[in-house]
């Protein structure tokens, strides 16, 4: 419940149209936290980790991680 307080303090008036995806593109600590430790252990199966996550599909799983650690150089 405390999340949903926290959702709509971000959320502005141009944007309640895709709030929900929005919110669905965050991820959680606990949930960030697997994501390394299973990349860490598979590399890039993004089916598997995303498997191990309810909810997520490997597409978000994917995303997530190459706007987190890619490397542009």
């Given at each position: 419940?405390?999340?949903?307080?926290?959702?709509?303090?971000?959320?502005?008036?141009?944007?309640?149209?895709?709030?929900?995806?929005?919110?669905?593109?965050?991820?959680?600590?606990?949930?960030?936290?697997?994501?390394?430790?299973?990349?860490?252990?598979?590399?890039?199966?993004?089916?598997?980790?995303?498997?191990?996550?309810?909810?997520?599909?490997?597409e978000e799983?994917?995303?997530?991680?190459?706007?987190?650690?890619?490397?542009?150089?």
């Open positions: 419940m405390a999340d949903l307080k926290h959702s709509s303090d971000d959320v502005s008036d141009d944007s309640l149209g895709g709030s929900s995806q929005d919110s669905k593109a965050e991820f959680s600590e606990d949930e960030e936290t697997l994501i390394e430790r299973m990349f860490n252990l598979l590399g890039e199966r993004w089916s598997l980790i995303a498997g191990r996550i309810p909810g997520r599909t490997a799983v994917e995303k997530y991680w190459t706007s987190r650690y890619s490397t542009s150089e």
